[in-house]
Every structure is written in structure tokens, then in C-alpha cells.
């Protein structure tokens, strides 16, 4: 039997999860709620019920699931209400703006003993789920550095998400996804943390940024958002011990390059524009395979599969509490680290 979903908050992300719940073979849609009139009015045009508010919901028995898809800054309360209620809770990401207020969410829901995760949808990114196969693979040796990117041109979005009170800018918007999805990449704690932000089209948030994540053993990652990038620089390029592999954008396969012969003393100098060279001398078939990653298969309805089976105590959490944290850990160093121009070490 399908469990009932309750979305608090109508706006996009929110409509999303409505949307994908009246399609799921796990989940049925039991009804909306937000604090402005006419996103309920939306909802009920589209034949949707609305709950009057979410005292309302805490008291449903029904509501077996709750989303909470509402600007950031409120988070931690609608949340610790809906777990102190008896409800399993699923929150949007950033699911809160400090570590301190995440650890007070999830000390209720250990209180509660209800299921407490965050809507980390973009670990079933195409892109993303390549990347991380073929570093799983070793086909082409250890990680030496891996960068995501995001770029775009249309600044940020002229809503909550260009506020500072409620919890915008692209650390927390973007950020969290890049960050939580190398983390699930590149094993290993993190030793050191480095982030400059960018405010090209609003002074009061940032509009992009690059962090620098060291990790023990020697691997680097590099995160980078862009809101004023009008040409995109590649979303992945991963180096490694025996070969390189490159994502132009998520609609593109991966490329990858195996070295199976280094043949240095073979290289014959090539004309460039302004003289010779041997160190960036293209290589040829004989040293060198290119080849495409066949593109993965990903579904992002197992986001909603796999919580109701680690509801009902059948399958372990995708998302964790502990790896939302760490994401959270990393964001909080990265805007220590902009604020002071300064790297920082840690261990996270």
C-alpha cells in the first residue's frame, strides 16, 4: 500500500515533489499547504486538497510523509514540529543553516523515533553517477583531483534565494548538491578547505564561488558555481594516476583517456603558434585510448521507493543524517574561509 505524502511549501521545489508523488507507485499525494494564498489556490485548480495550516497537518494521522519544501530559514522549525508530531519528515536542502540547528533537528527525530532524511536529488544526476563510476572502476588509477562545475547566466533567481535572511546564495543552493556529491566520490576526510565567493550581480548573497577541498592522501576536489558565465566551462574534468575523463554537460557522455604507455623519450617536438614544444605534444593511438562511459541508468523516483522501504525497517537510508551533516560541516568552512581569505585546516 502506498504511504500518503503531505508537501509543505507549493512553491517549485515543492509543486516538484507533488508532482512526482501523483505519479509514484510508492507514494500518494494526501494534500498541500503554503503560506501564500495563491500558491493554494494553484493547487487546488489543479484538484489538489490544501490543509488550512500546518498545525493542521501535525494533527493528520494520515500524513504519513512530510516534505518540507519552504524556504530555508524556516526549516528547523517546521521540521522538529513535524517529528515532536509523529510524522516521518523529509526536508529540502539546505535542510538547515548551521550544524548547530541540524543537530537540533536531528535530536528530535531520534526523540521521535521517526525517519528524518534530506531531499538529495541530485545523486541520481546522469552526469554524476558517471563520474563516480568510473573513479569506482580504477580504470584509469587514483583520483589526483576531480572539478564539478555549474555555470550559468541569469544571476540568481529574484526571490528568497537572492536573500541573505532566508538562507540564499549559491553555497547553500547549488553548493550542497556539488559538495554532498563529491563527498560520495573522494573517500577520505577532508584536511583542508579554501572558498572565494563572487558578487558580480548582488552584493547581499553570493552569486557563485570556488572551493578547494584537500583530502588525506593528496586528492583535490574543486566545486565552482557560476551565475554570470555565459560560456560554461566543462561539469566535470576528473585527472588521474593513469588517465583523464571529461563531462562538457549533463547531456553529453563521458570522455574518457586511458594512458597505457608514457613513451617520453618518443615525443618529437611540435609547431604551436609562436614555436616549438614537446611538453604539450599531442599523443597518438599507440600510447593513448580514448573512448566514451556508456551513459548510466537513473531513476529519481528511487529517492521515494527507498524511504518507504527504510521506513517500514527493509533497506538502510540513501541519504544519511551523518552525510548531511558533513555537507553542512563543509559548507560552514567554506564561509569561514571566504570571510577570512584564508585557507583552513579541519578534519571533516
Not at 163 to 180: A, F, N, P, S, T
Not at 282 to 306: A, G, K, M, Q
Not at 308 to 336: C, H, S
Request: glycine content about 8%.
Amino acid at each position: 500500500m502506498k504511504k500518503n505524502v503531505v508537501v509543505i511549501g507549493y512553491g517549485g521545489q515543492g509543486a516538484w515533489h507533488a508532482d512526482h508523488a501523483l505519479k509514484s507507485d510508492v507514494v500518494a499525494l494526501l494534500g498541500v499547504y503554503d503560506i501564500r494564498e495563491e500558491r493554494n489556490r494553484l493547487a487546488r485548480s489543479r484538484g489538489i486538497r490544501v490543509y488550512s495550516s500546518l498545525d493542521e497537518i501535525c494533527a493528520d494521522p494520515a500524513a504519513e510523509i512530510c516534505v518540507v519544501a519552504t524556504p530555508n530559514d524556516v526549516h528547523e522549525e517546521i521540521v522538529v514540529k513535524l517529528l515532536e508530531t509523529g510524522h516521518n519528515v523529509v526536508c529540502e536542502k539546505p535542510v538547515a543553516l548551521s550544524v548547530a540547528s541540524f543537530d537540533r533537528m536531528a535530536a528530535a527525530a531520534r526523540k521521535s523515533g521517526k525517519l528524518f532524511t534530506v531531499h538529495q536529488n541530485r545523486r541520481w544526476d546522469v552526469d554524476f553517477l558517471a563520474i563516480k563510476e568510473i573513479v569506482k572502476s580504477g580504470k584509469i588509477g587514483e583520483t589526483i583531483n576531480l572539478e564539478s562545475r555549474i555555470h550559468g547566466s541569469r544571476g540568481i533567481p529574484s526571490d528568497w534565494r537572492c536573500k541573505k535572511q532566508y538562507g540564499g546564495g549559491m553555497i547553500l543552493d547549488w553548493g550542497v548538491h556539488l559538495i554532498d556529491q563529491i563527498l560520495q566520490i573522494i573517500p577520505g576526510k577532508i584536511e583542508k578547505i579554501y572558498c572565494e565567493t563572487t558578487h558580480i550581480t548582488t552584493d547581499e548573497v553570493d552569486d557563485g564561488f570556488k572551493l578547494l577541498l584537500t583530502f588525506e592522501g593528496g586528492a583535490r576536489a574543486l566545486v565552482e558555481v557560476g551565475t554570470y558565465n555565459f560560456l560554461a566551462l566543462p561539469r566535470f574534468y576528473l585527472q588521474a594516476k593513469k588517465g583523464s575523463a571529461l563531462i562538457t554537460d549533463w547531456r553529453q557522455n563521458a570522455r574518457v583517456a586511458y594512458c597505457k604507455a608514457w613513451n617520453e623519450a618518443d615525443v618529437l617536438p611540435v609547431q604551436t603558434a609562436a614555436g616549438i614544444t614537446k611538453t604539450m605534444a599531442p599523443r597518438d593511438e599507440i600510447t593513448l585510448d580514448e573512448y566514451d562511459w556508456t551513459r548510466p541508468v537513473s531513476d529519481v523516483h528511487d529517492f521515494y521507493r527507498n524511504l518507504v522501504l527504510a521506513i517500514d525497517g527493509k533497506a538502510e537510508q540513501i541519504v544519511t543524517l551523518p552525510e548531511a551533516r558533513r555537507v553542512l560541516r563543509v559548507m560552514e568552512e567554506a564561509f569561514n574561509s571566504a570571510a577570512s581569505g584564508t585557507a583552513i585546516a579541519v578534519s571533516v
